[in-house]
């Protein structure tokens, strides 16, 4: 079929006379005075979750007000219940792995944990994400790197195509370096500059084409990034992901490991090496997740933070990570990987100083839920204070356990009957919704 750009990128290939166009929202944006936007019957957006700021809702507003059908498209619909109508969950993760499927999308990924970033004292900014500034100051350190690569020669000895994500553009450039020292060929990719034999190179699209070309023939092992290659990309030959950052959001991270779980001849499962306890905070890459629906009408924030919610109530389990091998499992007391039997998780954990302490048990603790013969009468008692302060659910539970010293059951009445609703304003929230 025939196509035009609209994207400052490609300038040899516009065409204005052709009926499909493939647009991108920051050029259309910004000719829409000059040249105004283009009508259009149909609009299908590619990466839904990441067009809704101003200038996409900018753009979608003119095609809505023509009347234009808009169709978006996503792993991860979060978010999304204020810029579409419905949302159409069209598969899960198992069935995308369906062996009996001449050629299934998906392949199975293979978990390790690793010695991993102390994650324990830093705050996360709105969208779910860890503060780069403070991994900078309170977690960073050089000692970092011997981790990685230990478990990356261990897991990967014949060096296959592999994808690292590291918390900042420096520390990409920086693991290029030290890969290239122990005589692994890497590089670096962001939106500005590509990175690698020691020297800048503009990111221009044909200069990111060769780094994948050569990837994929063997001649870069490593291709390192922050978030560019985050999503956008199509690299099926990638057998091997380092997450060598610590991922607050739940979008971040399923958008991540996406990358590499795409099936390809080559390969019949991926390896995820996980150093910033990404696998008990998200779950695993391989799970069928559920709660699409009421994600979509979620912040970024409060989905990243139901997961951990589900744990501390018992609702979901931890995965364990083996001692022996770092493999996590969903459950047993035998690990899948080496055989090993044992009861406990043990994951180590990285210290400023570089050294390590042994963290043994969940990661997330389950809360320890009581009731005294006035539960309910004091939690009632909060409800309505906290409604005149105009206090979240969260925030009231907070006060609650902070005033009573224990947890109360979350089926008391005037508490929410859907678990969205506990991140919400007490007063937003009718109490026809609540218990």
Known sequence: MDYGVIASQFPDKQSNLTKIQLCSIDTVYARREKSGIPKADLVIVDEAHQQKETKARTVFKTHDNRGCCRIGFTATPVDLGNLYDKLFISC????????RLEF????????FGGAEIDTRNLSQIKTGEFSLAEIRKRVWTP????????????LNPHKKPTILFAPGIEESKWFVDEFEKKGVRAAHIDGEDCYFDGKDHRSKPQVREEIISKLKRGEIHVICNRYVLREGIDIPELAHLILACAMGSIVSYIQTVGRVMRNHSSIDRVIVQDHGG?????????????????MFNMSNSVASSIRKHKVQRGEEKCAIQCPMCDAIRAFGSFCHNCGYKHEKSKRAVIMKNGSLIEMTGDPIPKIKVAEAYDTEKRWIECYYRCRRSNMTFKQALGLFVNENKYYPPEDLRMMPLKTIDWWAKIKDVDQNQLR
């Open 92 to 99: 899960l993760n198992s069935e995308l792995r369906d062996k």
């Open 143 to 154: 000692s970092i790197f011997g981790h990685v690569f230990k478990s990356y020669s261990r």
């Open 278 to 294: 990404n696998w008990w905070r998200h779950g695993s890459p391989n799970a069928d997740r559920t709660e699409w629906e009421d």
């Open 104 to 111: 299934p999308a998906h392949v199975p990924a293979h978990v």
